[in-house]
């Protein structure tokens, strides 16, 4: 079955430097959630869309952007990166929005910066 | 502010042993409450999940009990193997986001 696909898998960047992480949600879905995972911790909510519209939004950065096109891949751009921006990034897709409809994550995207 | 508190941090079984995995939450809004493995460098991948009006779900080797008095639930891994080994999150929502625990890091040794 097809997963969430996240691009790029691997992402090294230097300080106050930019990047826009990718994300193709499983065919049919049409919300998308990101989420950060620090080293040895929980995931963390960021941002959600609902039909390309801003669904939810958790502890994101003002630095950080996100928003989801036409075909419901989503972006998240992130700009003026700092050291503790290194984290895993994942995607995570579901049909409908709301608690009972099942988030499938990707492989996400880990993001060193130095 | 942890709002899932998840224990044991870590946990280590022999092979065909059950173990056994708590959280608790108090968020009262929380309605829909999932279970996540994790393998390093990958992403979560659900596991089972239930709701608070169902005391226990069953899928396969993995049993869900729901305590909604005590704002507790838990994961049971029956005849756990080797490659169960992982970490363990539980998560509740309300709403579309995922609050997760803070994981458990599972062995299980051959």
């Known amino acids: 079955a097809a997963g969430v696909i996240q691009s790029p898998r691997h992402l090294i960047k230097e300080k106050r430097e930019t990047a826009t992480l990718k994300c193709y949600p499983i065919p049919r879905h049409d919300t998308v959630y990101w989420y950060q995972q620090g080293p040895g911790q929980d995931p963390q909510f960021l941002i959600s869309f609902y039909e390309k519209m801003q669904s939810d939004k958790g502890s994101i950065p003002d630095r950080f952007s996100a928003q989801q096109f036409s075909d419901y891949h989503s972006e998240l751009n992130m700009s003026s990166l700092e050291l503790g921006d290194s984290a895993l990034y994942f995607c995570a897709s579901s049909f409908g929005t709301g608690s009972s409809y099942e988030q499938y994550f990707g492989p996400g995207t880990r993001l060193t910066v130095t | 502010q942890q709002q899932v508190k998840q224990s044991p941090q870590s946990l280590i079984v022999q092979k065909g042993g059950i173990p056994i995995i708590n959280c608790a939450y108090e968020n009262t809004a929380f309605d829909y409450f999932p279970w996540y493995q994790q393998f390093p460098g990958k992403g979560p991948a659900l596991l089972i999940a239930?709701?608070?009006?169902?005391s226990e779900k069953k899928e396969g080797r993995f049993t869900i009990s729901f305590n909604k008095s005590a704002k507790q639930f838990s994961l049971h891994i029956m005849d756990s193997q080797p490659g169960d080994s992982a970490t363990y999150f539980c998560?509740?929502?309300?709403?579309?986001?995922?609050?997760f625990g803070e994981g458990t890091q599972l062995t299980v040794n051959p």
């Open positions: 239930i709701r608070p009006d169902v």
């Open positions: 998560a509740a929502t309300s709403g579309s986001r995922l609050t």
